[in-house]
């Protein structure tokens, strides 16, 4: 594109045309690898000929001139090459500094700060490249110097020594490739109670918790950068990115004293570069609250003994914008059906595409379930969990209104073997990632213990891009973090995933979830049902199946023949003798979620020898059959539990 003026033309006029449409204030460049000497070149005539164009733009429209602003690389010269340093101060606004991302744990074997403000050892630190575009005669108030609201863990390689800033490590941590939201590193703390180390040195904060080493920006050091960004007299400071913050606000509130706290200096623009996009989520968000206050004077909706006017809880929709949405509930935007009843398609008068899951009157679910739901995933908000946008309790109606997942649910490309050809090892490694992240917040990283007890393949929902999200938290029980284990009489669940001391007891806790995922990376790996028989004289189930295979050294003929997993590090023989962990029959066996994190993203990493799965004695295999009528056949649809007396 930068290479031919008429391409550079049709970009700036579609640029400007796109800003003006949606109200944007200013357009920004976000471009921070240009490789090439004519990439800087062309930059500059780019730069050039985008404020002519704005400027040219403003005169004939009587319009206020849009600004024109561009992220840069901590440093203005690298690898041989240099920014267009005057056509940057003739033509932009500002540029912003993303001083952050210096060290990752996916491309270093040592702890670093990320965005280190000082390095006594190295030049890879914000003040060095800061003093380098001064020395570049670029204007400080021109400069905006970037704020990280997210850090990065490492797996430490000898986590019992004092490991600070450099130590030895072992690749990622908690997630994939390490990163993590400073509201998500803020409750991983709180959960663990670990101590947060401040160093000056650097200008950075770290916690260790168990061989995770998390470096990150916490309220000393954003201060300490604010204090530095005015003693630089830069125009300010941006935030990448504030939806990051914790729920107080505890990083913005200290920028925002730190930058006040001298009267007799210029004031400090805290400038926000997010995309207005972020706008409009804000007054949507507003909008919905009134709209929610108004419907609420209207009618309260009680749900059990909780209101749901707390601002906290999702929308109430009225009957009959779902019923227009779901077309009067037609056939054809029926999705399907479950035990809670059918589900439809709709799409708000917005544009808005939604599922509504309608409560059947002939439903073993029913009230409890259906504010279980709408209480409990109220307050959860993760990107591998579907998100109940609301909720309908009109007419003796009850419906749950979700975000709409397009690529429906992983039973239906699973056990389908036309469909599951979609699948191949990546996806199902994505996937299995996704699920994993999910039930790490949950158990881990929220503010409460949540335990799902209905983890299943047709409860995995698949987006558009086949993310993975855990749905249907109607069975959910919610403990505090100091609480292990719950007793009930009240037995429900999907035949196949419930683990035998819920069965037997009604004991559940963290490790029923566990035993549900370790029957679901079964399917994954091998596309079988959990509802037939397997092996030569088709007599056992498939956790039995599994573990004769595994431990006759034939784990090949369980897996689904058409998996490759020669170019991933999750390795298929791997992940079956870890799903053998999960379903062992003692609940003190089985690893916890973060241990079968850490033994799926390494392959160095040794893995216990599982013992015999659960229901694997003659005298458990009847309930196993319950949905089978005979030996080598399968049921249709997982058979479900409503409610039963443990025995």
């Known amino acids: 594109m930068l290479e031919n003026p008429s391409n550079r033309r049709s970009f700036i006029e579609s640029s400007i045309k796109m800003a003006r449409r949606y109200g944007f204030r200013g357009i920004d460049l976000f471009w921070l690898w240009p490789s090439e000497a004519s990439d800087m070149n062309n930059m500059g005539k780019l730069l050039d000929e985008w404020r002519a164009a704005v400027t040219y733009e403003s005169r004939n429209s009587s319009q206020s001139q849009l600004l024109l602003t561009m992220a840069v690389r901590y440093l203005p010269a690298f690898e041989s090459l240099s920014y267009p340093i005057d056509s940057m101060k003739r ?37 060095y490249g800061i003093r380098q575009w001064l020395n570049y005669s670029f204007p400080a108030g021109k400069l905006v110097l970037g704020l990280p609201y997210h850090g990065y863990a490492w797996t430490l390689v000898k986590p019992e020594e004092n490991n600070g800033i450099g130590a030895p490590a072992s690749g990622t941590a908690v997630t994939q490739d390490g990163s993590m939201s400073y509201k998500y590193i803020k409750g991983y703390t709180r959960s663990y109670q670990a101590p947060i180390v401040y160093n000056a040195t650097y200008v950075v904060n770290y916690c260790i918790i168990g061989s995770s080493w998390v470096g990150f920006d916490d309220v000393e050091a954003i201060r300490a950068k604010i204090a530095y960004a005015k003693e630089k007299k830069l125009i300010g400071t941006n935030v990448f990115l504030v939806t990051n913050d914790d729920d107080n606000w505890a990083l913005s509130r200290a920028a925002q004293e730190e930058g006040n706290g001298h009267e007799n ?37 009680i749900l059990g003994n909780s209101r749901a006017s707390d601002p906290s809880n999702p929308q109430v929709f009225s ?40 409560l059947s009157k002939t439903s073993t679910q029913g009230l409890e379930e259906f504010g279980n739901e709408v209480t409990l995933t109220a307050n959860l908000q993760h990107v591998n969990l579907v998100r109940v946008l609301g909720f309908c309790s009109e007419k003796e109606e009850k419906m749950l209104i979700y975000e709409y997942m397009p690529n429906r649910s992983l039973d239906f490309y699973l056990f389908d073997p036309t469909r599951k050809q979609l699948l191949d090892w990546r996806k199902r490694v994505h996937i299995i990632e996704g699920v994993t992240q999910g039930l790490l917040y949950l158990q881990e990283y929220s503010n409460v213990t949540i335990i799902h007890r209905d983890l299943k393949a047709s409860n995995i929902l698949l ?15 919610l403990f505090g973090k100091d609480e292990l284990e719950g007793n009930t009489s009240r037995i429900v669940g999907t035949y196949g995933y419930v683990p035998p001391e819920y069965v037997n007891k009604g004991i559940y806790s963290m490790k029923y979830d566990v035993y549900s995922f370790g029957v679901l990376l079964l399917q994954l790996i091998s596309g079988r049902k959990n509802t037939c028989y397997y092996g030569p004289n088709k007599s056992l189930h498939l956790l039995e199946y599994a573990y004769a295979s595994w431990k006759e050294d034939k784990g090949l003929e369980f897996i689904d023949h058409a998996l490759d997993d020669s170019s991933t590090p999750f390795k298929l023989l791997r992940c079956l003798q870890v799903a053998l962990l999960c379903v062992q ?19 160095t990493e040794a893995i216990p020898i599982p013992t015999t799965t659960a229901f694997s004695e003659k005298s458990d295999r009847n309930m196993e059959s319950v949905s089978t009528s005979q030996k080598g056949s399968c049921s249709v649809n997982d058979a479900e539990i409503s409610e039963l007396k443990p025995r």
């Not at 029959?585 to 390494?602: A, G, I």
């Open 463 to 477: 987006d558009n891009e086949m993310n993975a999200k855990i749905s249907d938290f109607g069975m959910a029980k």
């Open 265 to 301: 200096k210029r004031r400090l623009l805290l400038i926000i570069l997010l995309p207005v996009t972020s706008i409009v989520i804000l007054t949507a968000f507003v909008v919905c609250y009134l709209q929610r206050k108004l419907l609420m004077t209207r009618g309260r909706i």
């Open 319 to 358: 009957f009959s914008e779902i019923k227009a949405a779901t077309n009067k509930f037609s056939s054809e935007n029926k999705l399907g059906e479950g035990g809670f009843g059918p589900v439809y398609k709709g799409k708000l008068r917005t544009g808005q595409e939604i599922a509504v899951k309608r």
């Open 91 to 127: 033509n932009l606004d500002w540029a912003h500094v993303v001083a952050y991302d210096y060290h990752l744990p996916s491309k270093e074997n040592v702890t670093g700060a990320h965005a280190a403000l000082y390095n006594p050892l190295s030049h890879v630190n914000t003040d």
């Open 585 to 603: 029959e003692n609940p003190d066996d089985r690893p916890t979620m973060l241990e079968v994190y850490s033994l799926l993203k390494t392959d």
